[in-house]
C-alpha cells in the first residue's frame, strides 16, 4: 500500500513504478505486475526498457500458465 500512495504522488517515477511492480510479481500478481511494468517502461531509460521488456514477455507467459 505505501507504494501505491507514493505512485499516486509520483506517477512518473520509472523506478518506484518498477519496484512496485516486482512486487506485485512476488506476490504472484501477474496480470497487475504486467500492467506496472509496461507503464515503467514507457518513463525508464532507454537501457533500463530494454531489461523490463523481456521480463515483461516472461510475465505475459506465466500470466497465460497461472489462467
Known amino acids: 500500500m505505501a507504494t501505491e500512495r ?3 504522488q509520483q506517477p512518473h517515477n520509472w523506478a ?3 519496484d512496485h511492480g516486482m512486487m506485485l ?4 500478481k501477474y496480470g497487475q505486475a504486467v500492467q506496472e511494468l509496461s507503464i515503467c517502461m514507457a518513463f525508464a531509460p532507454e537501457e533500463e526498457a530494454k531489461v523490463l521488456e523481456a ?6 507467459l ?3 500458465e497461472s489462467s
Open 6 to 8: 507514493l505512485l499516486i
Open 16 to 18: 518506484l513504478r518498477r
Open 25 to 28: 510479481y512476488y506476490n504472484r
Open 55 to 60: 521480463f515483461v514477455e516472461k510475465l505475459h
Open 62 to 64: 506465466l500470466r497465460l
